[in-house]
């Protein structure tokens, strides 16, 4: 545990402005390859951010490694940075709920996308970036792990009931400018296991590419041009015509303009395109 003194990422209590309780749950990855280099990071007796990042949990990959808890749930956490953009509900942050004064914040282990020096396993994730242009292949989280991010969930909401399933995004969610993860979390079978809810819908995997978000905006009726195979648009290549759909999107069902797809825009299309009777899954 991170001790609650001057110098350290930690801050007592949760403010007046989230009626002192957490608002949701904020999922990271820690782009490393192990639970130790989260505890060099962030966690250990002398962190690499020690007074700059923290976080409530570090989540291993195998039970051999398990759960770290650096910060209380009655304390705050330093886990989204102050250029946060979002809050857990999808409108803008403020001083008051930036640098994650309102969120739990949960580390998975988990190296993050392929690059130089990063090869792709077979079973590891296609997704996209929040503005639809950097494509990744991300490392899979693994069965062992997945059975203990649903422990620590059920570990906080038992403390702070008031958090919903709807209260849970990705660090990308919340700074999607320049954050990428956790694109690919496995946030439906999380989640149900959490609240042992199994018709907690999956909004996110039927959106995780750009050809997926394309389709669905072109379902809801958004002209893309007339790209791609089969002429509506829908060619996996973000520009200016998907842009600006999304912008439109945006604009007409209440949600922040700010062209990227995070959770919050996922769940308005996945609603929208269930009340007109058609099925998300089928964009896969």
Same mark, same amino acid.
């Given at each position: 545990?991170?001790?609650?003194?001057?110098?350290?990422?930690?801050?007592?209590?949760?403010?007046?402005?989230?009626?002192?309780?957490?608002?949701? +749950?904020?999922?990271?990855?820690?782009?490393?390859?192990?639970?130790?280099?989260? =505890?060099?990071?962030?966690?250990?007796?002398?962190?690499?951010?020690?007074?700059?990042?923290?976080?409530?949990?570090?989540?291993? $990959?195998? /039970?051999? *490694?398990?759960?770290?808890?650096?910060?209380?749930? *009655?304390?705050?956490?330093?886990?989204?940075?102050?250029?946060?953009?979002?809050?857990?509900?999808?409108?803008?942050?403020? *001083?008051?709920?930036?640098?994650? =004064?309102?969120?739990?914040? +949960?580390?998975?282990?988990?190296?993050?996308?392929?690059?130089?020096?990063?090869?792709?396993?077979?079973? &590891?994730?296609?997704?996209?970036?929040?503005?639809?242009?950097?494509?990744?292949?991300?490392?899979?989280? @693994? *069965?062992?792990?997945?059975?203990?991010?649903?422990?620590?969930?059920?570990?906080?909401?038992?403390? &702070?009931? @008031?958090?919903?399933?709807?209260?849970?995004?990705?660090?990308?969610?919340?700074?999607?400018?320049?954050? +990428?993860?956790?694109?690919? /979390?496995?946030?439906?079978?999380?989640? %149900?296991?959490?609240?042992?809810?199994?018709?907690?819908?999956?909004?996110?995997?039927?959106?995780?590419?750009?050809?997926?978000?394309? $389709?669905?905006?072109?379902?809801?009726?958004?002209?893309?041009?007339?790209?791609?195979?089969?002429?509506?648009?829908?060619?996996?290549? &973000?520009? %200016?015509?998907?842009?600006?759909?999304?912008?439109?999107?945006?604009?007409?069902?209440?949600?922040? +303009?700010?062209?990227?797809?995070?959770? /919050?825009?996922?769940?308005?299309?996945?609603?929208?395109?269930?009340?007109?009777?058609?099925?998300?899954?089928?964009?896969?």
């Amino acid at each position: 545990m991170i001790p609650l003194v001057a110098g350290n990422a930690v801050s007592k209590g949760w403010t007046s402005a989230t009626q002192h309780r957490p608002m949701g +749950v904020t999922w990271h990855w820690t782009a490393s390859w192990d639970l130790q280099g989260c =505890r060099d990071t962030i966690g250990g007796s002398h962190p690499a951010q020690k007074g700059i990042a923290s976080a409530h949990y570090g989540v291993g $990959r195998s /039970f051999s *490694e398990g759960i770290d808890r650096y910060v209380s749930l *009655e304390n705050r956490s330093w886990h989204a940075g102050k250029n946060q953009l979002l809050r857990w509900d999808g409108q803008p942050s403020n *001083e008051n709920t930036k640098g994650a =004064r309102a969120t739990v914040g +949960v580390e998975t282990v988990n190296i993050g996308y392929a690059r130089d020096g990063v090869k792709a396993d077979p079973d &590891w994730i296609k997704a996209h970036s929040p503005n639809g242009k950097q494509a990744m292949l991300i490392q899979s989280w @693994t *069965e062992q792990q997945i059975e203990m991010m649903i422990q620590v969930g059920r570990e906080i909401i038992g403390r &702070w009931p @008031t958090i919903t399933w709807e209260n849970h995004h990705g660090h990308h969610d919340a700074c999607p400018g320049y954050k +990428v993860d956790v694109a690919g /979390f496995p946030f439906a079978r999380v989640l %149900r296991g959490i609240y042992g809810n199994p018709d907690i819908p999956d909004i996110w995997s039927p959106f995780w590419t750009s050809a997926q978000r394309q $389709r669905a905006l072109v379902k809801l009726g958004y002209d893309l041009g007339r790209f791609g195979p089969g002429g509506d648009g829908v060619d996996g290549d &973000w520009g %200016r015509a998907s842009d600006t759909a999304l912008s439109a999107f945006q604009k007409q069902n209440g949600l922040i +303009v700010n062209g990227y797809w995070t959770t /919050f825009v996922s769940r308005a299309v996945w609603n929208l395109l269930v009340a007109r009777g058609m099925d998300p899954d089928s964009l896969v």
